[in-house]
């Protein structure tokens, strides 16, 4: 009899990922199912998660963003704030969780993700697909998914709020999806190995999805990110002669034939409402991101929160402002000394010049924190948070593989 070994270790990591990338928020309250997973290993694991390097300092910012959300509740009580800011304040600890789980599931096991990111991929196009046939439908699936979803009453009744609808996938901001696709794409093409067909494939899939998005800077976000991987790619002779060879030079001729043989249908898709009302919502983007973090700077100076912030709802001269920048926002929040500490914990990869080109899916995440926000969704900063993990994993393997070849 064949006795199968279980690994319990890699079923939850499975189910973990699973539930992050594929599984509907659980109901009525509007989280992950893998939260009870991740608080039940921080309990099991506290003692290896405070001999972390990292632990004192994310023990600092957690200890910020707490004293903030103490202020605020107080400060903005006539807003009654407390239950989102205390909310908020739970599931950034919580992520930090998952920040530590993946730290310490990656230094003993390997992730072949390279299949769940492209399912993953394929899962966003089939409800973009889903959401350009039949929006009601959508909207029911978006209920389904994330009951939280403010938009997907409309989406249900087909009745849009201003302009035309939006693809947001299972979240609620339509420009979150479309940073996404593309640094997960980014990902894929740089560390897994993958033909010029599968390449050719998801840069369309992403196209498609930028376009359902219409997201302006998804857009600016692709073109930088695409640029880089090219520059990349025929910056080392290596790579060049990988990609120049019989089997991709024949898949991209065949592929130049369909181009040549579908140009009626690509010249319709290009004509369509899809294609138009993103062309025309990116020429009319009125109200500036600039402008908007104007208002909120002059507002109330930032150097009043260089210690300490006032929690996740913001409020600048007693009217609610939403920041659209994830460094306005923590700043605002949570203060600057533990904003510094999370840039620290989540942006940075490697000061090494080796390991420079890994900063190139991390692009897609600053860009939408930046412009965005991005925390606020919280699958989002999850899969954000996983990257950045798989990102550094591969800069300490690059920096331990050209030490030995110096040692040589």
């Given at each position: ?68 959300t103490v202020i605020g509740i107080f400060i ?38 390279k299949k769940y990111f492209i399912y993953f ?37 087909n009745s849009v709020f201003s302009g035309v ?244």
């Amino acid at each position: 009899m064949v006795k199968v070994k279980f690994n319990k270790e890699k079923l939850m990591f499975s189910l973990v990922i699973i539930d992050v990338l594929f599984f509907p928020y659980l109901r009525p309250v509007v989280i992950p199912f893998s939260y009870f997973l991740i608080l039940y290993w921080c309990f099991k694991n506290f003692k290896n998660i405070q001999r972390d390097k990292d632990f004192k300092l994310i023990f600092i910012c957690m200890l910020m963003m707490f004293f903030s959300t103490v202020i605020g509740i107080f400060i903005n009580s006539q807003f009654g704030v407390f239950g989102d800011d205390l909310k908020r304040l739970i599931q950034y600890y919580f992520i930090f969780g998952y920040y530590f789980y993946f730290k310490w599931y990656f230094n003993k096991n390997n992730f072949k993700y390279k299949k769940y990111f492209i399912y993953f991929v394929l899962f966003v196009l089939l409800l973009a697909l889903l959401f350009n046939s039949n929006v009601s439908l959508f909207g029911r699936v978006v209920t389904f998914w994330n009951s939280g979803n403010a938009y997907a009453n409309s989406f249900i009744q087909n009745s849009v709020f201003s302009g035309v609808f939006r693809y947001s996938f299972i979240w609620t901001d339509p420009n979150n999806i479309a940073y996404v696709v593309t640094g997960i794409i980014a990902v894929i093409f740089l560390l897994t190995n993958i033909g010029i067909g599968e390449k050719i494939i998801l840069i369309i899939i992403n196209i498609y999805i930028l376009f359902s998005c219409m997201s302006s800077g998804g857009w600016i976000n692709f073109f930088i990110t695409y640029s880089l991987l090219l520059i990349y790619k025929l910056s080392s002779k290596k790579n060049i002669k990988k990609t120049i060879n019989i089997k991709n030079i024949f898949i991209l001729c065949m592929v130049l034939i369909i181009i040549l043989f579908s140009l009626k249908y690509i010249k319709d898709f290009f004509n369509s409402n899809l294609v138009l009302n993103a062309s025309e919502r990116f020429k009319d983007n009125d109200n500036t991101r600039t402008e908007i973090w104007m208002k909120i700077l002059s507002g109330e100076s930032i150097f009043k929160h260089l210690i300490l912030g006032k929690g996740s709802e913001i409020y600048i001269n007693g009217v609610s402002r939403a920041t659209h920048s994830g460094h306005l926002y923590w700043i605002y929040a949570y203060g600057f000394i533990s904003y510094a500490i999370f840039m620290r914990m989540f942006f940075y990869i490697s000061k090494k010049l080796k390991s420079l080109y890994l900063y190139i899916p991390m692009i897609s995440f600053f860009l939408c924190f930046t412009m965005n926000t991005m925390i606020g969704e919280q699958k989002l900063f999850i899969i954000f948070v996983l990257i950045g993990i798989i990102l550094k994993k591969e800069a300490i393997t690059n920096e331990k593989s050209f030490s030995n070849r110096s040692n040589l």
